[in-house]
């Protein structure tokens, strides 16, 4: 119930494609769903978040795409950089404690 | 620098040596989080406070681990009788009063138990 499943474990793009990262999950009570990008030696850092009362939100190159019926949320990144190599992390979380649930992380390479 | 900062940001120690771990959150910022990560894996989270009272602590945390917010500000987070399966990255993080849900990270702390 409490899980949140991240795909796929590790994901090679070409320089200027795009970058996509699934997340699925159970909890029905989960109302904010952040990733974040965590670069090696480094705390995670918050990317972009969506609640789902929308179905999508986009900031620069970054969006996440949300399918309440289906639980499952994506992050797409456009026009990929190699500065934009870094483990992905998906997470959840519910408005009763805040706990942040994250999914297993995306290593992500961006080959130049 | 006002974001979330970590000390230290390494300590290797014995197997049955006691650890502290020290956290200072963004200043404003009244929930402070501790989560443990191991390689490859997401963090896990441990234990949160709101201003000094700690509200919630995970069954990961096991009688080893005591965490404290003293005067709701820095955190401590305490491991008794280190064992090797302690090692791991361990993670703070702070959040905004009316913004709980955004939780900004510091640098974590890697402990290797040897």
């Known amino acids: 119930q409490q899980q949140v499943k991240q795909s796929p474990q590790s994901l090679i793009v070409q320089k200027g494609g795009i970058s996509i990262i699934n997340c699925a999950y159970e909890?029905?009570?989960?109302?904010?769903f952040p990733w974040y990008q965590q670069f090696p030696g480094k705390g995670p850092a918050l990317l972009i978040a969506i609640r789902p009362d929308v179905s999508e939100k986009k900031e620069g190159r970054f969006t996440i795409s949300f399918n309440k019926s289906a639980k499952q949320f994506s992050l797409h990144i456009m026009d990929s950089q190699p500065g934009d190599s870094a483990t992905y992390f998906c997470a959840a979380s519910e408005d009763s404690n805040y706990q942040l649930i994250w999914g297993a992380g995306t290593k992500l390479i961006i080959k130049p | 620098d006002t974001g979330v900062s970590q000390d230290p940001r390494h300590k290797i120690t014995k197997r049955g040596q006691n650890v502290t771990f020290r956290c200072d959150p963004i200043s404003e910022h009244n929930r402070l989080y501790w989560y443990r990560q191991t390689l490859g894996q997401g963090p896990e989270f441990l234990t949160y406070?709101?201003?000094?009272?700690?509200?919630?602590k995970s069954r990961l945390l096991s009688d080893r681990f005591s965490a404290e917010r003293p005067k709701g500000s820095f955190s401590t987070l305490e491991i008794q009788r280190t064992e090797q399966g302690d090692s791991a990255m361990y993670l703070c993080?702070?959040?905004?009063?009316?913004?709980?849900?955004?939780?900004?990270f510091g640098p974590g702390t890697r402990l290797t138990v040897t």
């Open positions: 909890n029905t009570a989960f109302d904010y």
């Open positions: 406070f709101q201003n000094e009272a700690q509200l919630e």
């Open positions: 993080a702070s959040s905004l009063v009316n913004t709980l849900y955004e939780q900004y």
